[in-house]
């Protein structure tokens, strides 16, 4: 079975500074997806940005980008800028590729917090 | 498009009773998903329906456990017999068929059984 493990129960970031969240993978598939989350408090999950397995280039969104090393099986997201409102859980998800199930597969996320 | 709802937001309930959830995805998603999320963890996959049709269960859906999804539109899930350890955050997400990328979450059903 897929696992995603996120080492880093909890992260702290000064505003305006830059701050990376980790994510490892353990996978026996060459297709993949992979996806970090991010749920506010008392507010529901929204996606951050995603990453397909077969490409090389690492993605990017705004202030957020991501460092997937596929033969380490690593997924880190970057947040810089840090903003107030980036304070949330972050959840790292795996998805096997669409001819196999749908399912997501959640680490046990971090929990971030901005500091003025 | 209002995104995904869920109702009831939180439910309480005594330890035996049974206890029903209400989906309602994204209008045009085809796909919808039951996730159970427990203080500390990530959500863990429940059931997956594909329109009306019930795809995948994970071996956490337990007989007291079931899922409905009649005419492929809102979807429900009931617990019957409720124990302790079912005090979860129960969440729904829907996507579209076609799509490999997110799945859209609804803000969740909190559930306490006392």
């Known amino acids: 079975a897929q696992t995603v493990t996120q080492s880093q129960p909890e992260m702290s970031v000064q505003e305006a500074e830059t701050v990376t969240l980790s994510c490892t993978y353990d996978?026996?598939?060459?297709?993949?997806?992979l996806f970090w989350y991010k749920q506010p408090p008392s507010r529901q999950m929204i996606l951050v940005i995603r990453?397909?397995?077969?490409?090389?280039q690492n993605a990017t969104e705004n202030r957020f980008s991501v460092n997937f090393q596929k033969a380490a099986k690593s997924f880190s997201l970057k947040i810089s800028d840090s903003q107030l409102g980036d304070a949330a859980m972050y959840f790292c998800?795996?998805?096997?590729?669409?001819?196999?199930?749908?399912?997501?597969?959640f680490g046990t996320g971090t929990s971030l917090t901005v500091i003025p | 498009d209002t995104g995904v709802s869920q109702d009831p937001r939180h439910k309480i309930t005594k330890r035996g009773q049974n206890v029903t959830f209400r989906c309602d995805p994204i209008?045009?998603?085809?796909?919808l998903y039951w996730y159970r999320q427990t203080l500390g963890q990530g959500p863990e996959f429940l059931t997956y329906?594909?329109?009306?049709?019930?795809?995948?269960k994970s071996r956490l859906l337990s007989d007291r456990f079931s899922a409905e999804r009649p005419k492929g539109s809102f979807s429900t899930l009931e617990i019957q017999r409720t124990e302790q350890g079912d005090s979860a955050m129960y969440l729904c997400?829907?996507?579209?068929?076609?799509?490999?990328?997110?799945?859209?979450f609804g803000p969740g059903t909190r559930l306490t059984v006392t």
């Open positions: 997400a829907s996507s579209l068929q076609g799509t490999v990328y997110e799945q859209y």
């Open positions: 996978t026996s598939e060459s297709d993949y997806y």
């Open positions: 990453q397909e397995a077969y490409k090389q």
């Open positions: 998800a795996y998805r096997r590729s669409k001819n196999t199930g749908n399912q997501f597969y």
């Open positions: 209008s045009e998603h085809n796909r």
């Open positions: 329906f594909q329109n009306e049709a019930q795809l995948e």
